[in-house]
């Protein structure tokens, strides 16, 4: 285990000097806080720095790397695999603060953003401007860019859209050697020298703390359509999504939640079928109005093809918005229910998502748990949240994941879509990448921080750069 100064009254004086008084939380309700994200893991930071600045963020991690302390980056603490909590305590870095939207360039089609910035906030702020800023995780309300750019996140709308990786064009980061870079660019192409914007996207806070955005927004579509449609059985639906992508539609969400998920937000929704069909799909499409609608004709005689129940098509803009809030709602509804709560979050190739969900009330006997499936069906992005009302039932479920694990890459698919790898899957990064490939990857953390301040215990499984 490494070993990492504790903060001392020596230190602590430094990085009140470096950062300034109003930066430091230290009261103990706020460090518990600050001591877990959305996931299990918890563990109590020492002290919380709660940055303005990207000076501040350099100070600090120039402490870090002076009196070898641990420091963790925070945006608003949404993840899911534990890749916020300060596994060896330290420091928690806080860019909450850093919340400013500091342009929108209408004739660049560019945002440029503070890392705290909340998702839902830039989206609405482009959008008084016509313009629309894709990514749009299901936390996008409560999350923060820099945190969404961090773990690349994603939602619905990455079916037509992509991920955040796809809007970031440039990046300001603060090394953890305190240096301040700058990776990408303010174009829309750029390929001078190795693309280290690439590199720090996704990279969970390990390789840097990312302290501004430079963001490319597009037009924002002239309509929006929806159609909601239920199944008798989930694989048929998951059929539906197969048969509509590989026949050329390109809708801008596609998502869907199992039967489970729907005893569960059934009576809260609008619709009657609701409550006994076996699968929901949601599935919207923008554009030019007449093209789309006719569209979602063809999309919705593809469901009834292939077995759906009945399909609602445009419910009205009330409906609309309370299918979407039980949809972002309904992974806070399973944890309300259930004491063990583990989240998977498998991408299987686009022909494949049929036979996974198919395999998982097999899944359920076999480990005795309680699966609620839901998610982005038109990436093949399905959510695993694995339950049980006794948390004794924790080493099965997690024999569970891993044979769960090794269906998804026996398929061609991954074991995080979009979660990120964080403490939660370390131990199941060798099932999916090569002993070179991490070998590379943890000499790649080296050369940004070879002391290992920053973020440590994170992604992979020992923390080498201390060995
Ligand atoms: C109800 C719910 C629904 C969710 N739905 C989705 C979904 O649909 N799609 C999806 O992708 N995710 C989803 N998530 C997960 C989570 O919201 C995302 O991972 C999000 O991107 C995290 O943002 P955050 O600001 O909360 O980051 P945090 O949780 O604070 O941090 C996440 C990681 O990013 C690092 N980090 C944060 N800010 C910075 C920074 N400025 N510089 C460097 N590193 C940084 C942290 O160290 C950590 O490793 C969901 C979570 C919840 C609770």
Same mark, same amino acid.
């Given at each position: 285990?490494?070993?990492?100064?504790?903060?001392?009254? #020596?230190?602590?004086?430094e990085?009140?000097?470096?950062?300034?008084?109003?930066?430091?939380?230290?009261?103990? #309700?706020?460090? /518990?806080?600050?001591?877990?994200?959305?996931?299990?893991?918890?563990?109590l930071?020492?002290?919380?720095?709660?940055?303005?600045?990207?000076?501040?963020?350099?100070?600090? &991690?120039?402490?870090?790397?002076?009196?070898?302390?641990?420091?963790?980056?925070?945006?608003?603490?949404?993840?899911?695999?534990?890749?916020?909590?300060?596994?060896?305590?330290?420091?928690?870095?806080?860019?909450?603060? $850093?919340?400013r939207?500091?342009?929108?360039e209408?004739?660049?089609?560019?945002?440029?953003?503070?890392? *705290? =910035?909340?998702? &839902?906030?830039?989206?609405?702020?482009?959008?008084?401007?016509?313009?629309f800023?894709?990514?749009?995780p299901?936390?996008?309300?409560?999350? !923060?860019?820099?945190?969404?750019?961090?773990?690349?996140?994603?939602?619905?709308?990455?079916v037509?859209?992509?991920?955040?990786?796809?809007?970031?064009?440039?990046?300001?980061?603060?090394?953890?050697?305190?240096? %301040?870079?700058?990776?990408? =660019?303010?174009?829309?192409?750029?390929?001078?020298?190795?693309?280290?914007?690439?590199?720090?996207?996704?990279?969970?806070?390990?390789l840097?703390?990312?302290?501004?955005?430079?963001?490319?927004?597009?037009? /924002?579509?002239?309509?929006?359509?929806?159609?909601?449609?239920?199944?008798?059985?989930?694989?048929?639906? $998951?059929?539906?999504?197969?048969?509509?992508?590989?026949? *050329? /539609?390109?809708?801008?969400?596609?998502?869907? @939640?199992?039967?489970?998920?729907l005893?569960?937000?059934?009576?809260? @929704?609008?619709?009657?079928?609701?409550?006994?069909?076996?699968?929901?799909?949601?599935?919207?499409?923008?554009?030019?109005? *007449?093209?789309?609608?006719? #569209?979602?004709?063809?999309?919705?005689?593809?469901?009834?093809?292939?077995?759906?129940?009945?399909?609602? $098509?445009?419910?009205?803009? &009330?409906?609309?918005?309370r299918?979407?809030?039980?949809?972002?709602?309904?992974?806070?509804?399973?944890?309300?229910?259930?004491?063990?709560?583990? /989240?998977?979050?498998? =991408?299987?190739?686009?022909?494949?998502?049929?036979?996974? =969900?198919?395999?998982?009330?097999?899944?359920?006997?076999e480990?005795?748990?309680? %699966?609620?499936?839901?998610?982005?069906a038109?990436?093949?992005?399905i959510?695993?949240?694995?339950?049980?009302?006794?948390?004794k039932?924790?080493?099965?479920?997690?024999?569970?994941?891993?044979?769960?694990?090794?269906?998804?890459?026996?398929?061609? *698919?991954?074991? !995080?879509?979009?979660?990120?790898?964080?403490?939660?899957k370390?131990?199941f990064?060798? $099932?999916?990448?090569?002993?070179?490939s991490?070998?590379?990857?943890?000499? %790649?953390?080296?050369?940004?921080?070879?002391?290992?301040?920053?973020?440590p215990g994170? %992604?992979?499984?020992?923390?080498?750069?201390?060995?």
């Amino acid at each position: 285990m490494p070993s990492y100064s504790p903060i001392t009254p #020596e230190i602590l004086s430094e990085i009140k000097k470096a950062v300034g008084l109003d930066a430091i939380v230290r009261d103990s #309700e706020k460090l /518990h806080e600050f001591g877990k994200d959305a996931g299990e893991d918890t563990r109590l930071p020492e002290l919380v720095v709660e940055a303005t600045s990207p000076r501040q963020v350099s100070a600090l &991690l120039r402490l870090a790397n002076r009196y070898s302390f641990p420091v963790t980056p925070r945006g608003l603490g949404t993840g899911l695999a534990g890749g916020a909590v300060p596994l060896f305590r330290g420091v928690v870095l806080s860019l909450a603060k $850093m919340n400013r939207i500091l342009s929108i360039e209408r004739d660049n089609l560019i945002a440029v953003v503070e890392p *705290g =910035v909340i998702t &839902l906030d830039l989206q609405n702020a482009v959008r008084r401007k016509n313009l629309f800023y894709p990514p749009d995780p299901a936390s996008l309300d409560t999350c !923060s860019i820099g945190g969404n750019a961090a773990t690349n996140a994603a939602g619905p709308s990455c079916v037509k859209y992509g991920t955040t990786r796809d809007y970031v064009l440039g990046l300001e980061t603060v090394l953890p050697s305190g240096e %301040i870079i700058e990776a990408g =660019v303010r174009t829309r192409k750029g390929v001078v020298g190795y693309d280290l914007r690439h590199l720090l996207l996704g990279s969970e806070g390990t390789l840097g703390v990312i302290t501004k955005l430079i963001l490319k927004l597009i037009p /924002h579509p002239k309509t929006i359509t929806t159609l909601v449609t239920f199944f008798p059985r989930l694989t048929s639906a $998951m059929d539906a999504v197969t048969t509509m992508l590989i026949r *050329g /539609h390109v809708p801008c969400a596609v998502e869907f @939640l199992d039967d489970r998920c729907l005893e569960i937000t059934g009576d809260l @929704l609008p619709f009657e079928e609701a409550r006994s069909a076996k699968a929901m799909l949601i599935i919207e499409t923008d554009g030019v109005q *007449g093209v789309i609608e006719k #569209e979602m004709e063809t999309i919705g005689g593809i469901c009834m093809e292939q077995g759906a129940a009945n399909v609602v $098509m445009a419910p009205d803009s &009330l409906k609309r918005a309370r299918i979407w809030e039980i949809r972002r709602e309904v992974s806070l509804r399973i944890e309300d229910r259930f004491p063990l709560y583990l /989240h998977e979050d498998i =991408v299987v190739p686009i022909g494949k998502i049929a036979d996974l =969900v198919g395999c998982l009330r097999g899944f359920e006997e076999e480990f005795g748990v309680k %699966i609620f499936s839901f998610g982005h069906a038109g990436d093949g992005n399905i959510h695993v949240n694995i339950t049980a009302q006794d948390r004794k039932r924790r080493d099965r479920a997690d024999e569970g994941i891993v044979k769960l694990l090794k269906k998804v890459l026996s398929m061609g *698919g991954t074991i !995080s879509g979009e979660h990120g790898i964080g403490i939660v899957k370390k131990p199941f990064l060798p $099932m999916e990448l090569s002993a070179e490939s991490i070998r590379i990857q943890k000499e %790649i953390k080296k050369i940004f921080d070879p002391l290992g301040i920053l973020n440590p215990g994170k %992604i992979f499984q020992t923390d080498l750069q201390k060995d």
